[in-house]
Structure formats: C-alpha cells, structure tokens
C-alpha cells in the first residue's frame, strides 16, 4: 500500500480526457460548415484576384494609347502593380487554405470520433487565427507608419514656408 502512495506521489496529476457534449459537437460540426463555405469563396476569390493581377498590366497598357494620364506611366509601372497584386494572392490563399483544413478535419474528427483529427483540425483553426493576428499588426504598423510620415511631411511643409 506504502508503494502506491510513492507512485502517486512521484507520478503528476492527469486530468481525466476532456469529453465534448452533443451540444458542443454540434457547434463544432456548423463551425466546420461555415469554415468550409469561407474557404470555398476565398479561393474562388483568390482566382479573381490572380485572374485580375495578370490582366491588369495588359488592362493599363491599353488604356495607355487612349488617354494621356495613362501614357505618363512607365509600363515598368504596371508590371509592378501586377506582381504586388499576385504577391498579394500569395499571401491571401493562406487564409482559406488554413479554413478549408480546418473545416475537412473537424468533419471528419467529428464523424469518426477521432480526438486527433480533431486536435490537429483546432491547430488549423489556431494557424488562421495567428496568420490573421500577424498580417494585422503588419498592417497596423503600416498605417502607423504612413501617418508618421505624413505629419512630418506636413510639419516639414509647414516649416519650409
């Protein structure tokens, strides 16, 4: 009995497995149904969005023999705006990338009653979520630097005159 109790002692306290409740699962499997229904769109905007980066350069180098704002800039110009749209896509398809698989495994989780499945289908869901955090403070950053440089322009005009 005395080496029982030094073996509990000696091994940490495990909780027992989580057990997730028919409610619970149920939230889950719509969840996994909108995540779907999102991901779906995202790539078929992803499409839209490369369709519209590799036709845009084609787009203002046409317009460019019609009106003479157009004409001003470089066609170098309008290549860069195609790669910045397709970096842009690049970027973007990660987010319904991680959406889609979240959504095929906690599906599929769910439906087999794999707690694995659905584990690795919660560390999709937690890669969007981090993926959305950091391209959110890279854009706030941005913004903050934007304003930054637009006051000192503006205290530098102001100074100058």
């Known amino acids: 009995m005395e080496q029982n109790e030094t073996e509990m002692q000696a091994a940490p306290y495990q909780q027992p497995p989580m057990v997730l409740s028919d409610e619970a699962l149920s939230y889950l499997r719509q969840t996994g149904k909108w995540a779907s229904f999102l991901s779906v769109m995202g790539f078929i905007f992803c499409g839209l969005i490369l369709l519209l980066a590799l036709f845009i350069g084609t787009f203002f180098g046409f317009m460019s023999r019609f009106s003479p704002a157009y004409s001003a800039v470089p066609q170098a110009g309008f290549s860069f705006i195609s790669v910045l749209y397709i970096a842009m896509d690049v970027l973007y398809f990660f987010f319904p990338f991680y959406l889609y698989r979240f959504s095929d495994r906690i599906k ?47 205290v530098g005009g102001a100074i100058s005159r």
Not at 119 to 138: E, H, M, N, P, Y
């Open 108 to 154: 599929k989780g769910i439906l087999h009653n794999d707690s694995a499945t659905l584990t690795d289908a919660l560390g999709q869901l937690k890669s969007f979520f981090k993926l959305w955090g950091i391209v959110t403070i890279v854009v706030v950053g941005i913004y903050a630097l934007i304003f930054i440089v637009v006051i000192l322009i503006g």
